[in-house]
Nanobody
Framework: VQLVESGGGLVQAGGSLRLSCAAS????????MGWFRQPPGKQRELVAA???????NYADSVKGRFTISEDNAKNTVYLQMNSLKPEDTAVYYC???????????????????WGQGTQVTVSS
């Protein structure tokens, strides 16, 4: 599985960005796609996830502002980010979990494949 992110950039607080993650390879193995972020000097954290069945999970810090979605025809997962805050500044990664699970993996360790990351910077 290969993942390629795009869509990061610099935006003012209150603005919006949409990140894209294009998947290729053995995508039939993917059970969950997740978006993570890693602020400078901090651990990588799960922002949002979507299962193959379409169920979604969000971190409390982004609920109501971020939306994860997928376009199966394009093998692409999106993260729409609205009402951005300076604390949303981080490198954002998409990740794929190919393991069969009952619950969505909430940590980076649960994901097998990673994109290269894209920088999101929110200025105040």
């Amino acid at each position: 599985v290969q993942l390629v992110e795009s869509g990061g950039g610099l935006v003012q607080a209150g603005g919006s960005l949409r990140l894209s993650c294009a998947a290729s390879g053995s995508i039939f193995r993917i059970n969950t796609m997740g978006w993570f972020r890693q602020p400078p000097g901090k651990q990588r954290e799960l922002v949002a996830a979507i299962t193959s069945g379409g169920s979604t999970n969000y971190a409390d810090s982004v609920k109501g502002r971020f939306t994860i979605s997928e376009d199966n025809a394009k093998n692409t997962v999106y993260l729409q980010m609205n009402s951005l805050k300076p604390e949303d500044t981080a490198v954002y990664y998409c990740a794929a979990d190919t393991n069969p699970r009952t619950l969505v993996a909430g940590t980076a360790r649960g994901y097998d494949y990673w994109g290269q990351g894209t920088q999101v910077t929110v200025s105040s």
